[in-house]
């Protein structure tokens, strides 16, 4: 199975916090899936980290470790992501879960 981790979910499996469940660490840690990540919630990171919205247990640098020690593959934006995003229904309004689900 593909899993996208969007920042929270990022967030919370790199700093080990418990509010993400047994079920879904296991899954995420399986050898049998494939985790991936959006530069979209990096960038959420490290906009709000920049100010002071997210209050994190690791550095910025070190989540990115994380992410490349963990075999977590990256997904970059590219130009039909945004085209996708132009389509999208207004059902939810955060700018970085829109261009997720682009």
Do not use: C, Y
Not at 79 to 95: R, Y
């Amino acid at each position: 199975m593909k899993i996208l981790l969007d920042t929270h979910i990022l967030i919370w499996f790199a700093e080990g916090i418990d509010k993400l469940s047994i079920k879904a660490r296991a899954e995420i840690e399986s050898l049998n899936n494939e985790g991936f990540v959006s530069t979209v919630s990096l960038w959420e990171i490290a906009i709000k980290s920049s100010l002071n919205k997210i209050e994190l247990k690791k550095s910025f640098g070190e989540i990115n470790n994380f992410i490349v020690n963990n075999n977590i593959q990256l997904i970059t934006v590219e130009v039909h992501h945004l085209n996708t995003l132009l389509t999208l229904h207004q059902h939810h309004g955060d700018p970085f879960d829109r261009l997720l689900i682009a």
